[in-house]
């Protein structure tokens, strides 16, 4: 295939030959945290009349799984906030088995505890919980107005509820570079993986990036220079590399955007609560499927076109005082 060729409407393949398993979906951008990396401490909203209703976002996903489709992520902002979520959630873990192996969804464990059962029940079986570190002052800090004691409890409850957790963590110079190996005994201690990711330069915020951003070959020197860690054979669907530990039943996953571009095995595409997919996370070109979907428009083209023009990599940089690689937050495209 070439990289100007379409893929044909049987089957999602970008112009690279890609095969694009996996569907990234944004409920909401809003969140009831206002992590430092992520957003600015005030941010606007989309209104409720440009996003997708949450009949909507189940045929778009209906659609994206008749077409090949095996893993879908209900991402946001903070999904749990979308009122509603629990029917999607129903109405797409419905769908596993029937074309979908499974749905996961990521949180930030505020509002884990109240929907860990119905999450379950609906089908989901792994959730990813955003945890960048374990003291309870710099918790606050990061996220401006979290509570870690709510997150930790979101976390038990999940697990209750037979959940596979993840933590996932922001690697944050001068925020919590000390709390990296704590996070590694705290996974043992409670059944969880971790997976450390590079902060990205998405959407405008007060602090300057580049003065947290921390390679994570440095991030993990300290637990290098106690245990062996080795490469493992597993797949999530996501950018993840992930290698066993020394004396630990924790499976430890590395993403790295800037220190180590993933894009060559990219198997992934986002679709936005506003109904947009964009081609990539560090790019502004994107096609709206909302209207097309609103007015008998041609979806699957749409789709087609998207993925057609889907980029080989992306160009991160994260260089003193930079401009972000786009305007928009990441709460804005989803996680």
């Not at 090949?68 to 629990?86: A, F, K, Q, S, Y």
């Not at 979908?100 to 930030?108: Q, R, S």
């Not at 606050?140 to 959940?163: K, P």
């Not at 001068?174 to 005994?185: K, R, S, T, V, W």
Request: glycine residues 8%; contains cysteine.
């Amino acid at each position: 295939m070439t990289a100007n060729s379409a893929p044909s409407a049987a089957s999602l393949a970008d112009g690279h030959g890609r095969r694009i398993s996996y569907l990234r979906l944004s409920v909401t951008d809003r969140c009831d945290l206002r992590c430092r990396y992520c957003m600015a401490e005030t941010m606007t909203f989309l209104p409720r009349s440009a996003v997708l209703t949450i009949e909507e976002m189940g045929d778009l996903a209906a659609r994206f799984v008749a077409r090949g489709i095996r893993r879908i992520r209900l991402t946001g902002g903070e999904p749990l906030v979308r009122r509603g979520v629990d029917m999607l959630a129903r109405r797409l873990g419905a769908l596993i088995g029937d074309g979908l192996d499974e749905l996961t969804l990521t949180t930030n464990g505020m509002r884990l505890a109240e929907h860990a059962a119905m999450l379950a029940a609906a089908g989901v079986r792994r959730v990813n919980v955003s945890l960048d570190t374990l003291d309870t002052a710099a918790f606050r800090h990061i996220t401006r107005v979290g509570d870690l004691a709510v997150a930790l409890r979101g976390i038990a409850a999940a697990r209750a509820e037979g959940l596979s957790v993840k933590i996932n963590m922001v690697a944050l110079a001068g925020l919590n570079e000390d709390q990296f190996l704590p996070m590694l005994d705290f996974c043992a201690a409670n059944g969880c993986d971790l997976t450390l990711i590079e902060t990205m330069p998405l959407g405008e915020v007060e602090a300057d990036r580049s003065a947290h951003f921390i390679p994570l070959h440095h991030f993990v020197a300290p637990l290098r220079a106690e245990r062996a860690i080795w490469p493992v054979d597993k797949r999530t669907g996501g950018p993840a590399r992930y290698f066993a530990v020394e004396d630990s039943p924790v499976t430890l996953g590395l993403i790295t955007p800037l220190s180590d571009n993933f894009c060559a095995t990219c198997n992934r595409i986002r679709l936005t609560v506003e109904g947009r997919i964009y081609m990539c996370l560090g790019r502004d070109d994107h096609v709206d499927l909302r209207a097309a979907l609103r007015d008998g428009g041609d979806v699957d083209g749409l789709i087609d076109t998207a993925l057609a023009g889907k980029p080989r990599a992306h160009d991160f940089r994260i260089e003193r005082k930079s401009a972000p690689a786009v305007a928009r937050h990441m709460s804005a495209t989803g996680g």
